[in-house]
C-alpha cells in the first residue's frame, strides 16, 4: 500500500454492473480531486477505469482498509451484504450507494453520487451501529460450524421434493415443530429482506429484537415471533430426514447433516453504517416499497 495521503477511503463495487463502473470513475475522481485517497481491490481495479494515484491492495482480507475512514460500496444488495462482511471484520463504517433495486442498507442512490462525494469531503456524516446475529452449528454435542449474520440465518431444505423437519427453541424451552421449507432468524435490519418476504413483521433498526419466521410451514400455529435482543433461538433439524441447509445473509452456506442444531444468538460484533440523512425509517419504507400514501393529510397540529 502505497498512499500516503492523510485521509483514505475504501472503494468496493460491482463491477458486472456498467453503471457502477461509471459510479466508481465519477466517486474516485471526485475524492482525489479533494485530496482523499482512494484504496480498491486489484481484482476489481482491472474492470475499472482508475487513475494512477488509486492504490491497490491484492488480497480481500480486513487488514486492507488499515488507515481507512470509510468503506464504500456501490452496488445491489448482494454487493452490500459482501461490504458488510468488510465493514464487520474492520470496524470501519460502510456507506453504500444503491445501484439495484431495493437497497435498505444502502444511504445513497446513484443520483446522489456528487452529493456523497461532498458529504465525505466534509466528513458531513454519521456513523451508527447495526446488530448482527452470530451462528452455531451443533451435531452429537459438538460445534462443528460458527458463522455470523447481519440480516439473518436461514435454515432450508436442501431439496424441493421433501419438507424440511424441524422443532423450535427459544431460550431453551421448545416452542413448536412442523415440517416446511424453512425457517429465517433475523435481525431487525434483515426484516426488510429475506424474513420480510416470509411473511415476518417489518421491524424498526432501532428496535433490539431478534425473529424467528418459519417459511411455508405446515402447521396451524407458524407464527412469526419476535424475542428479546438476548434470547438465544434454535432450530433442531430432526435426525429421520433428509439433510437441510445454513444460509448466512445469502452468501455462506453450509450443509446441515440430519439431527443438527443450529442457534442464534445477538452478534459480538455489529457493523457500523455511515448516515448522511435524518430521515425516518417510516420515510425510507415507503419509498423503497413505493406504498400509497394517496390521500394523507398528516397529524393535527
Known amino acids: 500500500m502505497t498512499q500516503n495521503l492523510a485521509r483514505t477511503v475504501f472503494l468496493l463495487a460491482h463491477?458486472?454492473?456498467?453503471?457502477?463502473?461509471?459510479?466508481?470513475?465519477l466517486v474516485v475522481k471526485g475524492l482525489l480531486r479533494h485530496g482523499i485517497g482512494v484504496?480498491?481491490?486489484?481484482?476489481?481495479?482491472?474492470?475499472l477505469p482508475l487513475p494512477d494515484e488509486v492504490d491497490l491492495v491484492k488480497e480481500a482480507t480486513p487488514q486492507c482498509l488499515d488507515g481507512c475512514e470509510l468503506l464504500i460500496v456501490l452496488g445491489g444488495d448482494g454487493t452490500l451484504l459482501r461490504g458488510a462482511e468488510f465493514a464487520r471484520a474492520s470496524g470501519v463504517p460502510m456507506l453504500g450507494v444503491n445501484l439495484g433495486r431495493v437497497g435498505f442498507l444502502a444511504e445513497a442512490e446513484r443520483d446522489d453520487?456528487?452529493?456523497?462525494?461532498?458529504?465525505?469531503?466534509?466528513?458531513?456524516?454519521?456513523?451508527?451501529?447495526?446488530?448482527?446475529?452470530?451462528?452455531?452449528?451443533?451435531?452429537?454435542?459438538?460445534?462443528?460450524?460458527?458463522?455470523?449474520?447481519?440480516?439473518?440465518?436461514?435454515?432450508?431444505?436442501?431439496?424441493?421434493?421433501?419438507?424440511?423437519?424441524?422443532?423450535?427453541?427459544?431460550?431453551?424451552?421448545p416452542v413448536t415443530g412442523f415440517g416446511c421449507d424453512g425457517v429465517v432468524l433475523s435481525t431487525p435490519t434483515g426484516s426488510t429482506a429475506y424474513a420480510f418476504s416470509a411473511g415476518g413483521p417489518v421491524v424498526w433498526p432501532e428496535v433490539e429484537a431478534l425473529l424467528m419466521v418459519p417459511i411455508s410451514a405446515h402447521a396451524l400455529f407458524a407464527k412469526p415471533l419476535?424475542?428479546?435482543?438476548?434470547?438465544?433461538?434454535?432450530?433442531?433439524?430432526?435426525?429421520?430426514?433428509?439433510?437441510?441447509?445454513?444460509?448466512?445473509?445469502?452468501?455462506?452456506?453450509?450443509?446441515?447433516?440430519?439431527?443438527?442444531?443450529?442457534?442464534?444468538?445477538?452478534?459480538?460484533?455489529?457493523?457500523?453504517?455511515?448516515?448522511?440523512?435524518?430521515?425516518?425509517?417510516?420515510?425510507?419504507?415507503?419509498?423503497?416499497?413505493?406504498?400509497?400514501?394517496?390521500?394523507?393529510?398528516?397529524?393535527?397540529?
Not at 463491477?15 to 470513475?25: K, N, Q, V, W
Not at 466534509?122 to 460450524?145: F, L, P, Q
Not at 433428509?242 to 453450509?254: E, N, S
Not at 425516518?280 to 419509498?287: C, E, K, M, P
Open 15 to 25: 463491477t458486472g454492473r456498467p453503471a457502477a463502473i461509471r459510479s466508481a470513475e
Open 39 to 47: 484504496r480498491v481491490l486489484e481484482e476489481e481495479a482491472r474492470d
Open 113 to 173: 453520487l456528487d452529493r456523497v462525494v461532498d458529504r465525505v469531503v466534509a466528513r458531513s456524516y454519521e456513523v451508527e451501529e447495526r446488530m448482527t446475529v452470530d451462528v452455531v452449528v451443533h451435531r452429537n454435542g459438538d460445534i462443528v460450524h460458527t458463522d455470523w449474520a447481519l440480516n439473518e440465518a436461514a435454515v432450508q431444505k436442501a431439496g424441493a421434493e421433501k419438507l424440511l423437519e424441524v422443532v423450535l427453541e427459544i431460550d431453551g424451552r
Open 226 to 301: 419476535v424475542t428479546s435482543p438476548d434470547s438465544v433461538l434454535a432450530v433442531e433439524v430432526l435426525p429421520h430426514i433428509p439433510p437441510g441447509v445454513l444460509w448466512c445473509d445469502g452468501r455462506r452456506t453450509v450443509e446441515l447433516p440430519p439431527g443438527a442444531r443450529v442457534e442464534v444468538r445477538r452478534g459480538a460484533v455489529p457493523v457500523r453504517l455511515a448516515r448522511l440523512h435524518h430521515s425516518s425509517f417510516t420515510d425510507r419504507l415507503v419509498a423503497k416499497f413505493a406504498l400509497p400514501t394517496t390521500g394523507w393529510r398528516g397529524a393535527p397540529h
